[in-house]
């Protein structure tokens, strides 16, 4: 890291990895401050929202580490921007069958949109956060690349491919060469109270609750029962409501059926799940909208990839067609199963990603 003597904004969760990023930053010798979102709490419209992360005790959690390390610390209210740009898509998702990704639209909207924004009101010319990942320039064509981070276990540039250049070209990302062990280490060498906090594993404003009882709850609507369908039309039972269930799954179906079935597609319009067996969840093309590319401007042939069509799967071979400005077709060498609309399918060259768009 070149401190050229720039000032940083720092993404404060509250968390380990930000507190490690904030030292690091800090002892490069960077002109710094941390910032926290303040994202839950009451939103307005009698709506109140509590979560996992981003609440009060994570924010004095990093407005402590901050003081520690002697660097300012900002919060800064987004809650309003984060029930417009996460919380509203992600339940209006739902209800239109799709699964969402939140934490893909909370790191386009809030970490690396609305963040940097509130940034530059500070006089700031990069952001930092703690994400896993690296970030180079490529000295050939100039166009800033998102790499894997060493640490593939911990590996987050799944859910920052919607980077636009602008952003990469001021992003810090410190943990990216770093192993969690490592970071954990660093935390309680310098006496971080929060060395060994746990991690969320939940959506954070869901907080340990099933995702559609949260949707009910924030929209106040009983989402009415429906037929499960098989792919030829046949009713064989009753849903409990649509957004109770995603792609590919098998349990809570509560049918007495034959052989195990699966959720192959829904209706919202006419309130439908359909159901499969697990051999015709599978297929080998898939086509993405929104999309974003990070190595290159554009496909102009077809390009041989690596791709996932969810956070947690390995990656498979495939070839990327550019059909339109927005939108990709992927063609994977063999047939993959159960990808659902409204995740993301991001592609990979090596360690570099290509880029990425959302499943349509």
Same mark, same amino acid.
């Given at each position: 890291? $070149?401190?050229?003597?720039? *000032?940083?904004?720092?993404?404060?969760?509250? @968390?380990?990895?930000?507190?490690? +990023?904030? #030292?690091?930053? *800090?002892?490069?010798?960077?002109?710094?401050?941390?910032?926290?979102?303040?994202? #839950?709490?009451?939103?307005?419209?009698?709506?109140?929202?509590?979560?996992?992360?981003? $609440?009060?005790?994570?924010?004095?959690?990093?407005?402590?580490?901050? =003081?520690?390390?002697?660097?300012?610390? *900002?919060?800064?209210?987004?809650?309003?921007?984060?029930?417009?740009? &996460?919380?509203?898509?992600?339940?209006?998702?739902?209800?239109?069958?799709? +699964?969402?990704?939140?934490?893909?639209?909370?790191?386009?909207?809030?970490?690396? @949109?609305?963040?940097?924004?509130?940034?530059?009101?500070?006089?700031?010319?990069?952001?930092?956060?703690?994400?896993?990942? /690296?970030?180079?320039?490529?000295?050939?064509?100039?166009?800033?690349?998102?790499?894997?981070?060493?640490?593939?276990?911990?590996?987050?540039?799944?859910?920052?491919?919607?980077?636009?250049?602008?952003?990469?070209?001021?992003?810090?990302?410190?943990?990216?060469?770093?192993?969690?062990?490592?970071?954990?280490?660093?935390?309680?060498?310098?006496?971080?109270?929060?060395?060994?906090?746990?991690?969320?594993?939940?959506?954070?404003?869901?907080?340990?609750?099933?995702?559609?009882?949260?949707?009910?709850?924030?929209?106040?609507?009983?989402?009415?029962?429906?037929?499960?369908?098989?792919?030829?039309?046949?009713?064989?039972?009753?849903?409990?409501?649509?957004?109770?269930?995603?792609? @590919?799954? /098998?349990?809570?179906? @509560?049918?007495?059926?034959?052989?195990? #079935?699966?959720?192959?597609? =829904?209706?919202? &319009?006419?309130?439908?799940?359909?159901?499969?067996? $697990?051999?015709?969840?599978?297929? *080998?093309?898939?086509?993405?909208?929104?999309?974003?590319?990070?190595?290159?401007?554009?496909?102009?042939?077809?390009?041989?990839?690596?791709?996932? !069509? /969810?956070?947690?799967?390995?990656?498979?071979?495939?070839?990327?067609?550019?059909?339109?400005?927005?939108?990709?077709?992927?063609?994977?060498?063999?047939?993959?199963?159960?990808?659902?609309?409204?995740?993301?399918?991001?592609?990979?060259?090596?360690? !570099?990603?290509?880029?990425?768009? +959302?499943?349509?």
């Amino acid at each position: 890291m $070149n401190s050229d003597t720039k *000032k940083v904004l720092i993404a404060m969760s509250g @968390g380990v990895d930000s507190s490690v +990023t904030a #030292l690091l930053i *800090k002892n490069a010798g960077y002109d710094c401050m941390g910032a926290t979102m303040d994202l #839950l709490g009451n939103v307005g419209g009698g709506v109140s929202l509590s979560g996992s992360c981003c $609440n009060e005790k994570d924010i004095r959690d990093a407005a402590g580490i901050c =003081k520690r390390i002697g660097i300012e610390h *900002k919060v800064i209210n987004l809650k309003e921007k984060f029930r417009e740009m &996460v919380i509203d898509p992600f339940v209006y998702a739902y209800e239109n069958g799709q +699964t969402p990704n939140p934490c893909v639209v909370c790191n386009r909207h809030l970490k690396f @949109g609305a963040l940097i924004q509130e940034s530059r009101t500070f006089g700031c010319e990069y952001i930092s956060t703690g994400h896993y990942a /690296r970030i180079e320039q490529d000295a050939g064509t100039g166009r800033w690349l998102l790499k894997k981070a060493a640490d593939l276990s911990k590996d987050q540039s799944y859910f920052l491919y919607s980077l636009s250049q602008e952003v990469l070209s001021h992003m810090i990302l410190p943990l990216g060469t770093l192993k969690k062990t490592e970071v954990r280490e660093i935390a309680a060498e310098n006496g971080f109270e929060n060395a060994h906090k746990a991690e969320s594993q939940d959506i954070c404003f869901v907080k340990g609750k099933d995702y559609y009882d949260f949707i009910e709850e924030y929209t106040g609507k009983t989402y009415p029962s429906g037929d499960f369908l098989d792919l030829h039309g046949n009713v064989l039972g009753k849903h409990k409501g649509i957004i109770r269930y995603t792609m @590919g799954q /098998r349990k809570g179906l @509560g049918l007495s059926v034959k052989e195990p #079935l699966y959720v192959f597609d =829904k209706d919202p &319009v006419n309130n439908t799940v359909i159901l499969a067996k $697990n051999e015709e969840l599978f297929s *080998k093309e898939v086509n993405v909208k929104d999309i974003n590319l990070i190595s290159m401007s554009s496909l102009e042939n077809e390009t041989r990839v690596f791709a996932r !069509t /969810r956070y947690n799967q390995k990656e498979q071979p495939a070839i990327a067609v550019q059909t339109a400005p927005d939108t990709l077709r992927v063609i994977f060498d063999e047939p993959q199963r159960a990808a659902a609309k409204g995740q993301a399918l991001v592609m990979y060259n090596d360690d !570099t990603v290509v880029g990425g768009g +959302t499943i349509c």
